[in-house]
């Protein structure tokens, strides 16, 4: 009886019942009307003229359940277009391919609110822990306005006010100047700006990608500061052991080439001798350099500051390490420390010329800049990795075997000492450039 009943009311016993039942009613009333009117077609048309009315009557009554289903589904499938996955549809009695596509449509919904929910959960998630991270983030669209930043970026840009809706350049503009800077070179680099009284170093990291067929713009600002901070400690211990190595390193040498000059004095050779004392002067010569690096940095003087002509300077400083000048020079005179600035920019040519650049690469650039004078020394060595940028003016920090890693932190502590910042970025097409600026007549930061 279920077997018939499921026959019967399938869509295919539905449209078999609807023509026989037409054929039957047919036959029927012609049989009928065949008595009343001798005629044949006079009968075939009477027929036809009572029978279609009642077929097609038969037909609505038997269809009308697909209709009101086909009408429900297409108002679930109208609610899954939109989003909305709430929309269940009742499942019909006696028609199996109805029931059957109702079952099919209420478990693709409950599928979809089963994602939507454990995708709302991860998103709610990853906010969370993007509004907690010191990780200072914006992101905006391709025209610029601000589509989503943490708490940290809004403590940055507008003293913790959301940022949604305003146009970025804006808030940029109202921003401390390095901080515009670095913006706008377009470009991974560090930067350092003053909050409060306190100099803030940052790492500024940018990403470009397609979401949704639009091109958005990812902003990263990482505060080094407390970073630094927590590792002064662990920076203490490494000091100390570079020191002791490099004292056993020398003194380890002398003391044996020593016992050896004692038992050459009593044989007297003088080839010999030469040699154990020409090792006994390289030694105590390498221990001295080592040293002086680490009193110089330990010992800065505060800059003594005069005006100083740029043509003479640079052509001393061309004498001693070997660049390319990559612009004509200023004609205003500079305000800085000559021994000082000297010192740093070899140290920064020096680095540019080890770090596998061309010769004719290594360039220093001088200009008037920001009421105060920019000088950039580039290259197009290998250029840093973004954790070497990151840590590139840690005390101590460096990728070279034999380096001190203080040569950056220096130059560094003469900039600031001078009142000015220095900035480090890679460059398209690779290698480094470093950019310090140094301020137009302006007292010095203070004793270091």
Known sequence: MAASQRALFSFAGLLALLVGGALAAGVVLAL??????????RAGALALVVGLPAAV???????????????ALADGLASLKDGDFSLSLARPRGLPEADALA????????????????LLQRELLLDTVIQATPLALVLTSDAGAVIYANLAARRLFLGGQPLEGHRFNALVESADEPLQEAIAGGRDTLFTMRVGE????YHLSLRHFVLNARSHHLYLFKQLTRELNAQEVATWK??????????NNSLAPISSLAHSGRALARAPEPAALERVFAT??????????????????????????ETVEWAPFVERLRSTIGFELAAPLPAEPGWFDAAQLEQVLINLLKNAHESGSPAAAVTLAVRAARDGTELAVRDRGAGMAQAVLEHALVPFYSTKPNGTGLGLTLSREIAEAHGGRIDISVREGGGTEIRLWLPRHRSPAGPV
């Open 32 to 41: 009928a009307l065949g008595r009343l009117a001798p005629d044949p077609w």
């Open 103 to 118: 079952g099919a449509y209420n478990g693709l919904g409950d599928r979809f609110r089963a994602e939507r929910q454990t």
């Open 280 to 305: 006994i002067a390289g030694r105590a010569q390498h221990l001295h350099t080592f040293i002086d690096a680490y009193a110089r940095f330990a010992k800065l003087p505060r800059p003594r500051l």
């Open 57 to 71: 009557l038969l037909a609505r009554a038997l269809a009308r359940p697909w209709v009101r289903f086909l009408g």
């Open 198 to 201: 306190e100099a803030e170093i």
């Open 238 to 247: 490494k000091v100390i052991r570079v020191i002791a190595h490099e004292l």
